[in-house]
């Protein structure tokens, strides 16, 4: 009977066992479903970001090749960049770069901590600020110009022309800083409310302004340029006020900065004026070198920055903003949190890499033709086109190290750690200036050397600190092995790209032949590049397979 008994009790352990492992698998199973819905959630607010930036630089592109048609690559040119660039290099900073980053983490904080209308009285309050910094930098920059020009662009002074007309833009536009104010507000605003698509489109309206002024007004055509600026800024604000307004959001402005989360916010502004500070250093060192160049060279390099910019825009930063919204969910105090926070930097940084991979090497092995259909037409000449090509091909691996730093800059920022991006970005500076002096011989070819060599010296130290902060096991070695995937696929899409395009003939232009060459390689190079990389079973790839076709059951 013992026996009989004992038997009878395993049977019902064993059955209460089996029911348990199946209960667990089951949870195990409707949490891998959850996770990889959110993950596909991800990838679609990323998609829907990346698609309204894509518009945007895609007008730009169109607004640059008009630009050139016009002026060249001329000294006209070099005029309008030299001039614009410190202006533009705020802007990014204030819509794309840090200060957006650090800020928004505090903004959503301040969102949930706060109640309603301490909520708005702050946001009123952080407008006051955001006017008298921008009325005070206008105001500033009117005054000093000319001593920063003297500076700044050294080798233009040797020509009176150059120079004067430098000031000229500068002054003329000098309504761009205190325009940029309410931008600034609102765009942060709206990132609060995850709402990017709009902040991601309004540089087209930039852009077109710029392509009107340029063919209406019978003046300098860098003096066009300028004004289409200001209208630009001037269109985007009345598209945004409408929309701030919908959230019901005052913009009154209030001057009361003696309230708690203006002083906590305050706390901010130190390192992101540290970070603005070490940017425009780096600007300056660089633009001082490349004034001395022979006359085109920076309007070169611009052009092929252009580029790298659109793609790392489309792809990088529209990224990023995501995983910047998704990390500020996790405090980061906490074990749980901190592998949270480290498999959405994985995630981020992995679907980056596979979408910039290749990428990078059909811009290293075709600058050449592209840059031809874009820019090979009106006052430019082909011995622009080759220079630009040469920028495009040095540049064009920055796409990589661009956005491995980037994503990691936004770990430190949910971490309220805002030292070690500033560290990094000032020993990235200072391997790019010590690159621009040391090769200022080789012209542009030095400028692109230059920035190559900052960017990887910035993603390896990001990779450093960020895995010495969290002291977690980053899953490099997993990411190692995509990354080696991507680029055994690369590798072949490169070669298929490079044996169809030395069909084309570049030095004719942008016919249609070449036009249909171009297009065909690149479609075809990615088609290739998708399928290797499913033979490969890469993780990225076959999670897109799976996405796709998930939405495409779900008719989303």
């Known amino acids: 009977m013992y026996l009989k008994s004992k038997k009878q009790n395993i049977k019902k352990t064993i059955h209460l066992d089996i029911q348990f492992k199946e209960k667990i698998e089951i949870v195990l199973q409707e949490n891998e479903e959850s996770i990889i819905e959110d993950q596909i959630d991800f990838l679609a607010d990323a998609f829907k970001v990346s698609l309204a930036t894509f518009f945007s630089r895609f007008i730009g592109l169109l607004r640059d090749s008009m630009v050139m048609n ?32 650090m800020l928004l983490p505090n903004f959503l904080k301040s969102r949930l901590s706060l109640g309603e209308d301490p909520y708005y009285l702050f946001l009123r309050a952080f407008l006051g600020v955001c006017i008298i910094i921008t009325i005070g930098m206008s105001i500033l920059f009117f005054i000093l110009a000319c001593f920063y020009y003297v500076i700044y662009l050294p080798g233009f002074k040797l020509n009176t022309d150059y120079y004067v007309d430098t000031l000229e833009i500068s002054n003329l536009i000098f309504l761009y800083f205190v325009l940029l104010g309410p931008i600034f507000y609102i765009t942060t605003v709206l990132n609060t409310y995850n709402s990017f698509v709009i902040s991601a489109f309004l540089p087209t309206f930039t852009s077109l302004a710029i392509i009107i002024s340029l063919s209406i007004f019978n003046i300098k055509p860098y003096f066009s340029l300028s004004i289409g600026h200001i209208l630009g800024l001037f269109l985007q604000i009345l598209i945004l006020i ?24 305050s706390n901010t502004f130190g390192p992101a004026l540290w970070g603005t500070i070490i940017a425009q250093t780096s600007f300056l ?8 160049f022979e006359s085109g060279s920076l309007s070169c390099f611009y052009a092929a920055d252009r580029l790298i910019q659109m793609f790392s825009g489309i792809i990088t930063n529209s990224i990023s903003l995501i995983t910047l919204s998704q990390l500020c969910m996790f405090s980061g105090n906490d074990p749980m949190s901190q592998r949270s926070i480290i498999a959405t930097w994985h995630f981020s940084l992995s679907f980056s890499l596979f979408f910039l991979i290749p990428i990078s090497s059909i811009l290293f092995i075709s600058g050449l033709p592209i840059i031809s259909v874009i820019y090979f037409h009106g006052n430019c000449c082909w011995f622009d086109i080759k220079a630009m090509a040469i920028s495009l091909n040095l ?15 936004q770990v430190f920022f949910v971490l309220n750690d805002f030292s070690t991006p500033n560290k990094i970005m000032f020993y ?48 490099l070695k997993k990411l190692l092995s995509s990354f080696k995937k991507s680029c055994i ?50 993780e990225e790839a076959t999670f897109l397979l799976k996405a796709f076709k998930t939405k495409t059951k779900t008719k989303f």
């Open 70 to 101: 016009k002026l060249g690559n001329s000294a006209g040119l070099d005029i309008f960049n030299a001039g614009l660039s410190f202006q533009g290099n705020i802007k990014t900073q204030l819509l794309e770069g840090n200060i957006c980053s």
């Open 242 to 265: 409408p929309t701030i307004l919908n959230k019901n959001i005052s913009l009154k402005p209030s001057f009361l900065f003696n309230i708690e989360p203006i002083k906590k916010l």
């Open 285 to 292: 060192f660089t633009r001082n070198a490349a004034s001395y």
């Open 395 to 409: 540049l064009s691996f920055t796409l990589i190290t661009y956005a491995i730093t980037k994503i990691s800059t």
């Open 428 to 475: 990235g500076c200072l391997s790019q200036v010590f690159c621009i002096y040391t090769l200022s011989k080789l012209d542009i070819s030095g400028l692109g050397v230059a920035y190559l060599v900052s960017n990887i010296i910035q993603s390896y130290l990001s990779i450093y600190h960020l895995k010495e902060h969290l002291c977690e096991d980053l899953q």
């Open 489 to 538: 696929a690369s590798l072949c899409t490169m070669i298929i790209v490079h044996k169809i395009t030395s069909i084309g003939m570049w030095d004719l232009g942008p016919t249609p032949f070449n036009i249909i060459i171009l297009l065909f390689a690149l479609f075809l190079g990615f088609i290739v590049y998708f399928i290797i990389t499913i033979l490969l079973k890469s």
